[in-house]
T-cell receptor, first 117, second 109 residues
Framework: DVKVTQSSRYLVKRTGEKVFLECVQDMDHENMFWYRQDPGLGLRLIYFSYDVKMKEKGDIPEGYSVSREKKERFSLILESASTNQTSMYLCASSLSSGLGSVDQPQHFGDGTRLSIL | GQQVMQIPQYQHVQEGEDFTTYCNSS?????IQWYKQRPGGHPVFLIQLVKSGEVKKQKRLTFQFGEAKKNSSLHITATQTTDVGTYFC?????????FGAGTTVTVRA
């Protein structure tokens, strides 16, 4: 079974802090994703990576950056946390049927519920 | 860009009854995927449909892909309390998977 592990289930940070959310997958998947999930807004893609050191902006990249130095690890960084970034953050991974292809099923981690005070 | 619209947003079902949730797109889809998210949990992949008119079953769940590959449905028969959760459809759209808003299912015992 695919295992996607997020470093924290719950996290509380203060406004202005730099926040790191870590995600590790153990199935050698090429693609990795960061989403945020808010009530009434569904799943929104923040960033996507299809290879090491490669990244693509999703629908809502503002205020976030990402890092993928190793294939199994994809980090989400909140450069200067703000209260409107309080949310559930979900990491996912998937196989690729071609460079940049995202048509394969995604496997999600348990999520990190982040509160910014 | 392509979006997938899901209806209904909420479904309140009496235990033992059947229900259907629908997913619609204005453009032809290469495939459609369905996920389930239990309360407090994360989305879990259920199934992928690729072929026009394809029908797949998982126990009491029946998934269908439209002939024109622009819509899909999930039908659950004899609903049980274990069916509680939010069901999402999702379709590839360029570099991302576009998720529908989900149908949240509650069950009356």
């Amino acid at each position: 079974d695919v295992k996607v592990t997020q470093s924290s289930r719950y996290l509380v940070k203060r406004t202005g802090e730099k926040v790191f959310l870590e995600c590790v997958q153990d199935m050698d998947h090429e693609n990795m994703f960061w989403y945020r999930q808010d009530p009434g807004l569904g799943l929104r893609l923040i960033y996507f990576s299809y290879d090491v050191k490669m990244k693509e902006k999703g629908d809502i990249p503002e205020g976030y950056s990402v890092s993928r130095e190793k294939k199994e690890r994809f980090s989400l960084i909140l450069e200067s946390a703000s209260t409107n970034q309080t949310s559930m953050y979900l990491c996912a991974s998937s196989l690729s049927s071609g460079l940049g292809s995202v048509d394969q099923p995604q496997h999600f981690g348990d999520g990190t519920r982040l509160s910014i005070l | 860009g392509q979006q997938v619209m899901q209806i209904p947003q909420y479904q309140h079902v009496q235990e033992g009854e059947d229900f259907t949730t629908y997913c619609n797109s204005s453009t032809t889809l290469s495939n459609i995927q369905w996920y389930k998210q239990r309360p407090g949990g994360h989305p879990v992949f259920l199934i992928q449909l690729v072929k026009s008119g394809e029908v797949k079953k998982q126990k009491r769940l029946t998934f269908q892909f439209g002939e024109a590959k622009k819509n899909s449905s999930l039908h659950i028969t004899a609903t049980q309390t274990t069916d509680v959760g939010t069901y999402f459809c999702a379709a590839p759209n360029d570099y991302k998977l576009s998720f529908g808003a989900g149908t949240t299912v509650t069950v009356r015992a």
